[in-house]
């Protein structure tokens, strides 16, 4: 309550490796802005201003089972919540890198803003376990 979203970017050429490393599975583009650190209850908006209709990519990395829900009933009705892959990999001997193994989160190819101005709201539902 009465805090901001807690935010980063992924940072490349690091030593040791950060948002670079082995164990993503895919990687992230340098320099990309995301939300991290959530817990439930939080909530944020993403504005996006779409040039023509298309998919939308979400790319997440937690070192545990989350929950998060999409809320786009301005766009094609409410979704129930979304199951987070985990990118867990035992093989990272950095524990605190396990936050940083990216992925993409799979089955969003039906979420698809209309071209102009969109708001995206983003609730988290559980807690990463």
């Given at each position: 309550?009465?805090?901001?979203?807690?935010?980063?970017?992924?940072?490349?050429?690091?030593?040791?490796?950060?948002?670079?490393?082995?164990?993503?599975?895919?990687?992230?583009?340098?320099?990309?802005?995301?939300?991290?650190?959530?817990?439930?209850?939080?909530?944020?908006?993403?504005?996006?201003?779409?040039?023509?209709?298309?998919?939308?990519?979400?790319?997440?990395?937690?070192?545990?089972?989350?929950?998060?829900?999409?809320?786009?009933?301005?766009?094609?009705?409410?979704?129930?919540?979304?199951?987070?892959?985990?990118?867990?990999?035992?093989?990272?001997?950095?524990?605190?890198?396990?936050?940083?193994h990216w992925n993409l989160r799979p089955g969003l190819r039906s979420l698809q803003p209309p071209a102009?101005?969109?708001?995206?709201?983003?609730?988290?539902?559980?807690?990463?376990?």
């Amino acid at each position: 309550m009465n805090e901001g979203v807690d935010t980063s970017y992924t940072k490349f050429g690091l030593d040791p490796k950060i948002d670079d490393n082995p164990y993503n599975k895919v990687v992230p583009p340098a320099d990309l802005l995301y939300v991290g650190w959530t817990e439930p209850g939080e909530w944020f908006n993403l504005t996006v201003d779409v040039a023509h209709a298309e998919s939308i990519r979400l790319t997440c990395s937690t070192p545990r089972t989350a929950a998060g829900h999409l809320d786009r009933r301005k766009w094609e009705g409410a979704t129930g919540p979304l199951k987070m892959p985990v990118p867990y990999d035992a093989a990272d001997p950095l524990a605190w890198r396990q936050w940083h193994h990216w992925n993409l989160r799979p089955g969003l190819r039906s979420l698809q803003p209309p071209a102009g101005k969109a708001v995206l709201t983003v609730h988290i539902l559980t807690e990463a376990r």
